[in-house]
């Protein structure tokens, strides 16, 4: 008997390790093995946004990933070492913010580039060394190892190429009437990719888009729960990813379940 009931309870603790879990959204750059979370993604699009919003050349996107990949693993934390928070992991009582402002990727990545810009010679510098300048982290050279991780995210996401960045999802029920959920990712749009035009039937059309903007769209669109992207003659799904329809979208356009 007591063969048999370790026998049970070790199939049992087999089947319970072997359950498949639900799986996470996953974003992709074609030819690379670099494989982020859709969250990890929306995070850096975030921080590509905010530095082509100020001008900035791409360096300033790279040594900014390269950073918060370092700090928080691309991700929005709340908690960290002794009070920091955030992608960037600032601290509110080195005068970063609020607790609020710094877990805010639009402000913590814009907070973090208003430091890079004050560096000497950041846009040539070795970047650890740029980096610690800003962050004055415990270990000044750990931001190094990213810069090639870094570079592929930055390139993907600035890319005026089609489809350097592809994720898949799978979108909740939708709840809600959908102009309201229209009107919401238009004020995602806003703050930052550009100039958002709600449409009926849930479609959130951009003024002014390119890919860098596309891109953005698909890496959030678990977040804003899009159900397709269109932008020139592609268009993508949760599901199928990026493909060429042959058909001009007229500018970018974001859809969302009805």
């Known amino acids: 008997m007591l063969v048999g009931l370790v026998a049970l309870v070790a199939l049992a603790w087999e089947t319970e390790k072997a359950s498949p879990e639900p799986v996470a959204g996953r974003c992709t750059l074609p030819g690379s093995d670099l494989t982020l ?14 530095a082509r919003s100020r001008g900035l050349p791409p360096r300033a996107t790279v040594i900014a990933l390269a950073t918060a990949q370092q700090e928080s693993r691309l991700r929005n934390l709340d908690y960290g070492d002794r009070d920091s928070l955030g992608l960037f992991q600032q601290r509110p009582s080195q005068g970063w913010g609020t607790e609020a402002q710094v877990q805010d990727p ?13 560096v000497p010679g950041w846009e040539t510098g070795r970047l650890t060394e740029v980096s610690q300048r800003v962050q004055r982290s ?9 810069e090639m991780m ?13 489809a350097q960045l592809s994720c898949s ?7 809600g009437p959908v102009d309201e959920r229209a ?43 899009l159900t397709g992207v269109r932008f020139a003659d592609w268009s993508w799904s ?3 990813g990026w493909t060429q329809t042959g058909a001009d979208a007229r500018g ?7």
């Not at 415990?138 to 990213?146: D, I």
């Not at 870094?150 to 005026?160: I, M």
């Not at 999802?169 to 709840?175: E, G, I, R």
Request: hydrophobic share 50%; no cysteine.
């Open 169 to 175: 999802y799978t979108p909740a029920d939708a709840t």
């Open 37 to 50: 979370t859709t969250a990890q993604a929306a995070n850096a699009a975030t921080i590509a946004a905010v």
């Open 150 to 162: 870094a570079t592929q995210l930055a390139a993907a996401l600035l890319s005026d190429v089609p």
């Open 106 to 118: 639009v402000y913590a990545a814009g907070k973090f580039l208003d430091g890079l810009v004050e």
């Open 252 to 258: 970018l356009q974001l859809q969302l379940a009805t």
């Open 138 to 146: 415990g270990f000044p050279e750990a931001y190094q190892q990213w």
């Open 183 to 225: 009107a919401a990712v238009a004020d995602v749009v806003r703050r930052e990719a550009g100039r958002p035009t709600v449409r009926p039937g849930g479609v959130v059309s951009v003024a002014d888009a390119g890919w860098p903007e596309a891109s953005w769209a698909v890496a959030h669109a678990e977040r804003l729960q």
């Open 238 to 240: 949760p599901d199928g």
